[in-house]
């Protein structure tokens, strides 16, 4: 089988995916860009193993695109199909609007999205770029009813398990509080509780409410963030709340940060938007019970309230407060559960959900 793959940049968890597909297939996948702007040197350092590869040529016009005009020239009617991840993207509408032209058939893919209501002309125009495809993968329901609400039929539409880990990333067992307690010593975290977040230190990652919620817990419960120096905003209100209990932690490689995923022993991902939110997916395989919003499709899909964490509302502090004492209270009870959410979300799965997606569809024309 000969699938054509086109994307905008290697991401690591991608890569991950790309690699573990092309051992059950001819795999070749189209890159906008060899790497994103805004992201640091491990995102430039993959392997590609098992698929080719082609790097485009053309015009940079943001963090992870750019204009490829020459996207058309490693289109074709040979590959049984062809994916198309990157279809907001000039180059990918490029494609998009070449494979109509000559017929080709392709499919559409997406990490998930919310449904908003667009301005009329931004509607007609969404639903002109995503019409036409065979096949539309989606992550979650949010992401389903964004496809429909640009006017894609409900009957085109197919689930698969969107992640960044591999099945061996998976913990069979919770960490031991005692060995939780060896690490913390190692860390030198003094809190009884530690409660983990990880992210980039912008306003849509919602750490101030993080913070805010901080200074409702007592001296046994220790807030630390990992992902580079305090911003000055979070200076302040650290001040203001008179936190004693906040630590910015900087940027880890996946090593070191396994650590303090080992050492936590809850996870909180406050954001007003991401979507999907693979810390979510990391923090699970690490066995922690995880508090996040009603804006992260990855908790909406994967955390259950009073099972392996907590979901509510955006900038709800009490929420934060209350769900944060609840799960540490529960956390040996939650880590369990997580675990088993976290094994339904590897790559061996991602893969296998593709493959069995194109397999039952052998039968509609479309597919060779």
Known sequence: MKILWLTNIPSPYRVKFFN???????????????????????????????FKTIFLSGKSIGVAEAICFSVTKYISKEYDHIVVTNYSDPT????????????????????????????????????????????YFSTAQMHDQYYMINGVSKDKIVRYPFTSICKNEVIEYPVSLEEKQKIKNRLNIKEQY??????QFIYRKGFDNLIAASSYLNENYGIYIVG????????????????????????????????????????????????????????????????????????????????NGAIGDVDDIQFLVTSIKQC?????????????????????????????????NKEKNYVK
Request: glycine share 6%; proline share 2%; with cysteine.
């Open 228 to 307: 580079g120096e305090a911003t000055e905003e979070y200076i302040e209100m650290i001040r203001k709340f008179k936190c004693k209990n906040v630590y910015f932690i900087e940027f880890k490689k996946s090593e070191e940060l396994n650590e303090y995923y080992k050492a936590a022993d809850i996870f909180v991902h406050p954001t007003r938007e991401d979507i999907w939110g693979l810390v979510v997916n990391e923090a699970m395989a690490k066995g922690l019970p995880v508090v996040t919003t009603n804006k992260c499709i990855a908790g909406l899909e994967m955390v259950e309230n009073n099972i």
């Open 92 to 135: 990918g509408i490029i494609a998009i609007l070449y494979m109509k032209s000559k017929g080709i058939h392709y499919e559409i893919e997406g990490d998930g999205a919310f449904p908003t209501l667009n301005t009329r002309y931004k509607r007609y125009i969404k639903r002109f770029i995503l019409s036409k495809a065979d096949i």
């Open 194 to 199: 530690m409660i983990l977040a990880v992210g």
């Open 20 to 50: 573990e597909l092309g051992t059950k297939c001819d795999l070749t996948v189209v890159f906008e860009k060899r790497s994103s702007s805004e992201r640091d040197e491990s995102w430039k350092k993959f392997k590609t193993d098992n």
């Open 328 to 360: 540490c209270d529960k956390r040996e009870e939650y880590a369990l559960k997580a675990i088993e959410t976290a094994k339904q979300y590897t790559i061996e799965n991602m893969v296998s959900y593709h493959l069995k997606i194109w397999d039952d």
